[in-house]
């Protein structure tokens, strides 16, 4: 039997990710919407912090087991930026293509375009689990002006990658998932759970 895990977002890419990944290992993933779960606060500066904070929220609203992700783009030359800001870092309401373009413009003639995308996981068996498993992962790549390919979400089509020569946008799901920040995260978080 399936173990049910409720993941605290609603982003249908992220929910994508995790099922191609969990679902073969006997993970029933289903999103925080089923449950009618209320958007979670995100109010602190790092990613496990607001992980923590959704994967409890989700918890404690359905009474199951719960995973929740913070992640984001952290650009070198902007201090890190947009860091745990980067679903609004236009403001609201979320979106992808005003995030793109004011990553962009804050980028305009700047040389070092060196950036990685950065993943938090957080596993709770309970609202009030006091042994959370957390997981991370870093994925590093340049952003490019022009956006190239179709896949993914995100900045994905403006995050260049070395080893494939290509933005993460380029790159096939299954590519992405073996290498992807989220990817290297879920991989330690399995090795937890197992």
């Not at 403001?91 to 305009?108: A, F, V, Y």
Request: overall charge neutral; aromatic content about 8%.
């Amino acid at each position: 039997m399936a173990k049910k895990i409720v993941l605290a977002s609603g982003n249908a890419g992220k929910l994508r990710e995790f099922r191609q990944m969990l679902e073969p290992l006997g993970y029933e993933i289903h999103p925080q919407s089923e449950f009618k779960v209320t958007e979670a606060e995100e109010p602190f500066g790092t990613f496990v912090e607001n992980a923590l904070a959704k994967a409890r929220h989700v918890s404690r609203q359905t009474g199951l087991p719960a995973m929740a992700d913070d992640s984001g783009i952290c650009v070198e030359a902007l201090g890190g930026k947009p860091g745990v800001l980067s679903a609004r870092y236009a403001g609201d309401p979320k979106s992808d293509e005003r995030n793109n373009q004011k990553l962009i413009t804050d980028l305009s003639g700047v040389a070092n375009r060196r950036a990685n995308y950065y993943c938090v996981l957080v596993y709770v068996r309970s609202a009030d689990d006091p042994q959370p498993i957390i997981a991370d992962g870093r994925w590093w790549g340049t952003v490019v002006d022009q956006p190239k390919g179709t896949n993914g979400f995100g900045y994905d089509p403006y995050f260049f990658v070395a080893e494939f020569g290509k933005t993460a946008a380029e790159l096939s799901p299954e590519e992405k998932n073996a290498c992807s920040h989220r990817g290297q995260a879920l991989r330690t978080l399995m090795e937890k759970l197992a």
